[in-house]
Every structure is written in C-alpha cells, then in structure tokens.
C-alpha cells in the first residue's frame, strides 16, 4: 500500500526518486489553490539543483529565440529616446511556481521562460548603463525551494504584499497575464517602465464586467502619457503583452527634469487609500492564516485572491480573469 504522508501519498519511483502524487482535495484544499488549480506545493519534488537545470534550459531557448532578439531592437530603440527614464530596480511580479503543485509542464515552462526574459531585459539595461539594477521577485505560490532558487539567481524574494510598495518613478514593473486588480496594487506610483497587459486587452475586460473599471486607471494613464512598444509573443507565453516606457518629458526626479506629477492629486489619493486599505487586509489576513494553520508552510496565502492568475498557463487576459 502507498505510504501517507501528510495531504501527499508516496506512490511510484520516477527515474530513481520518489514521486509524490496528491491526496483526492478537499474543500479546505480548493480555498488555498489560484485559477487553474495551483497552490502552494506542500510536498516539492524539484530540488534547488532541479530547479537551476530546468531553468537553464529554458534560458538557452530564450536567448536564441525570434522573441528575444526583436525584444532587444525594441529596448535599444526604448534606451534611444532622449532623457529616457532612469531604472534603478525591476520587480518581477508573480511568473509562477517552479515546481507547480498540479504537476503541470506547461505552467512550469512558463514560470522558468517568463523569469528568464525578466532576468534577459535587465542584464541588457545594465550593460547599457552604469549602475546595477536591484531585483525583486514576488510570487504567492513560491514554495522556499523555489525562494532559495531566485537568491541564487540575484533576486531579492519578497513576500507578498511587500513588493507592491517598492514599486518608484526609477522602477520597472514586469508582470505577465495578471488580474486587473493586481496591476492596479503594483501600479500605486507610475513607474519608469512597465511590461503587462495593455490597455487595449483590458478595455475589453471592463467593457464585459463594468465593476472593473475602478483598476484600470493607472494603465489607462500610462496608456495616455508613456511611450507604449508591442511585447513579441512566444508560443502564447507573451501573449497581449505590452510594454511601456515614461517620456522623458514626463520623467520625475531625472537630472535635468522638472518633477512632474503623472496622476491627478484626487484620484492618486484616492489609488494610494485603496491600495493601503488592500495590502493592511492582506497582511491582517496572513496573520489570521498563520494562526489557524501553524504547520503548513506556503499554505498561508491570501493574496491568492489578489494575484489568483498569477501563474497560469500562456494566455492574454480574458473576461474569466
């Protein structure tokens, strides 16, 4: 008989190593999982030495492919502009779990590609200028595993909410296929760049449930005011993707620049309450989460209701989302 082991039975060896297959859910299990049945995984399989083979595979398929070198026109020609804006930090912002808990190979795919262009674009910025760029990671689902494998790939990890209140005027925002609500959070204070889902996706989102429309501001801002470049797709990894560059004009805080506001002062109050209103009740909640629930690591999530998207599986935002 299969060996139980907590919410795991030990069932079959998988090229010489125990395999863990999960225990049939239940409804407690349901409330911790995202959008495509994802949870934090309670028993990983993939060492932090499995972790780096994978994504090394998928950072050689990245720097040879068609996506990667017509990204690196357009950030040459972004980088081209006059007074461009300065990046001192880049947040990554929920590319997936690495060793996702449903077993799936496409979203682990998706997770080590979408880290490995986060981490591409910032090593070209670097070499374009003259200062080290900062790198934040913040994901819902990472298990520790997966948190030891991104400080061994030069990431500060941040617990969520933690990254959001990071995000400055010198930041870039990097988040693929997230929620509309999530986007809003990061998008507290306008940053220097932003790579996302784009104003023309979105728009289609609120037209089909109008409760939307309160999130997409600060995109239809960036929309209105900033250089905007079409993100190259990769086998729907990419998909509905733009990218977004400050004008130098409209740069803050740039030598030789007047600081300008790019939000009006209501409606940036208005943004900044919501948002610290949001992230009190995430935090708030985590705690209630960590009294119930003291002995299961990486269980302890509720920001999966902000960020339930965060790591499925290459598509553009739709009206499910």
Known sequence: ??????????????????????????????????????????????????????????????????????????????RSESNHPL?????????????????????????????????????????????????????????????????ELGFEVADTPDAFPMVDEHTLVYGIHMELRTYYLALATLPAAFIGGGLEEWEKVVDFDPSLNEF???????????????????????????????????????????KTSLQEPPQASKQASDVTEALEGLKLSGQASEEKEPDTESSNHPEKLVEPNSCRESKPPTTED
């Open 216 to 258: 997409i501001g600060p995109i239809s801002k960036m929309d209105a005011t900033y250089t905007k470049y079409p993100f190259p797709d990769m086998n729907y990894i990419f998909s509905s993707t733009t990218m977004y560059w400050r004008k130098g004009d409209d740069a803050p805080n740039i030598p030789g620049s007047p």
């Open 1 to 78: 008989m299969p060996q139980q082991d907590g919410e795991w039975s030990q069932v079959s060896r998988k090229r010489g190593r125990i395999r863990n297959v999960p225990k049939p859910k239940t409804d407690a299990d349901e409330s911790k999982e995202n959008g495509l049945g994802i949870r934090p995984n309670p028993n990983p399989e993939f060492t932090v030495s499995d972790i780096h083979k994978h994504h090394n595979t998928a950072r050689q398929e990245w720097q040879i492919s068609d996506c990667w070198e017509t990204l690196k026109d357009l950030l040459a020609t972004a």
């Open 87 to 151: 990046i001192t930090k880049a947040i990554c912002f929920g590319p997936g779990p690495y060793d996702p808990s449903n077993g799936s190979f496409a979203a682990r795919r998706t997770a080590h590609m979408q880290t490995a262009a986060f981490c591409a674009i910032v090593d070209f910025l670097e070499s374009q200028c003259d200062h080290k760029i900062k790198r934040v990671i913040q994901e819902p689902m990472f298990t520790q595993i997966d948190k030891d494998f991104c400080v």
